[in-house]
């Protein structure tokens, strides 16, 4: 390396001459890391600050539903694909009770109106009964598949479940007799609900149908298909709290108002963008439709 002058030296510059190069190598630009591209990765790196209350680690598996009590603030439940329940409690990071009995996944968990009892049910079939200090009350046997979601009636202990075999149970929670089932759906039953009143029971499917029993007789009073309805499979609905309508979301993209008493769709229908419906309550809904 030749040796730099004295201005060299006054402005702290270095030159190479040809014979000091011992090897060149080609360097693509890409191969560069990018200034950006770092300071993106540290801002990755930052952990953003924990703000929960309360952290529940017992489940060691993924997590399939959530239920809090409507009588005590504290009280929640949860059940997942490691075959449990839990009931456990905010703020009491001592106090759990492991739901044992399920031999698949827990899907779907609720309390009832008055707080008393929590309905699992499981892909295995089953619908469990438990108090809330996770005493195994009853074991509702009849599907012949998993269950999809259960619902209490509004105003007493009667369990409704929809199963993956097209079939909608009910039965007495406090006597564990079957006071019903409601077959008709040609595919696995996706969603449903009482009516506020209690009065009637609306069920979703696979099928892309929308039907709606009287809950003492098991009939279909109404059968919701076909144009200009869902033209996929129905995922989630909501009652509106007069009992008057029920709001259905679909895999479509599609969401659409049904007048339960005629069965028909008096508002027809809203073009859901962005993610698929999976979950819906009326009051949110409404007020979006109306934007």
Request: hydrophobic share 35%; proline share 5%.
């Amino acid at each position: 390396m030749s040796n730099p002058g004295p201005e060299g030296d006054e402005h702290g510059e270095v030159f190479i001459d040809e014979s000091d190069i011992v090897h060149e190598v080609d360097v693509d630009e890409e191969d560069l890391p990018d200034a950006a591209d770092d300071d993106e990765d540290d801002t990755e790196n930052i952990e953003e600050p924990d703000d929960s209350i309360h952290i529940f680690t017992g489940h060691t598996g993924e997590l399939y539903a959530v239920a809090c009590s409507p009588t005590d603030p504290t009280l929640v439940a949860t059940g997942g694909g490691d075959e449990r329940g839990f009931l456990w409690k905010i703020g009491h990071a001592d106090w759990a009770s492991d739901l044992r009995g399920h031999n698949d996944s827990v899907s779907s968990l609720a309390f009832s109106s008055d707080g008393q009892l929590l309905a699992s049910g499981g892909f295995d079939g089953l619908v469990k009964i438990w108090d809330t200090s996770g005493n195994l009350k009853l074991t509702l046997e009849g599907p012949g598949r998993g269950i999809e979601w259960v619902r209490w009636h509004p105003k007493g202990h009667l369990i409704l479940a929809g199963s993956e075999d097209c079939t909608i149970w009910m039965w007495n929670a406090d006597s564990g007799h079957c006071l019903n089932v409601f077959s008709g759906h040609g595919a696995s039953v996706t969603c449903g609900d009482f009516t506020p009143d209690g009065k009637t029971i609306c069920t979703g499917s696979e099928d892309a149908t929308l039907r709606i029993w009287n809950p003492r007789s098991g009939e279909s009073i109404h059968v919701v298909r076909g144009h200009p309805y869902h033209i996929e499979g129905l995922t989630c609905l909501s009652i509106s709290s007069d009992s008057t309508f029920a709001v259905t979301g679909s895999k479509d993209g599609s969401v659409h108002i049904v007048n339960i008493t005629a069965g028909k769709l008096p508002l027809g229908g809203f073009w859901w963008h962005g993610p698929k419906p999976h979950h819906l309550g009326f009051t949110e809904l409404v007020t979006t439709f109306h934007m």
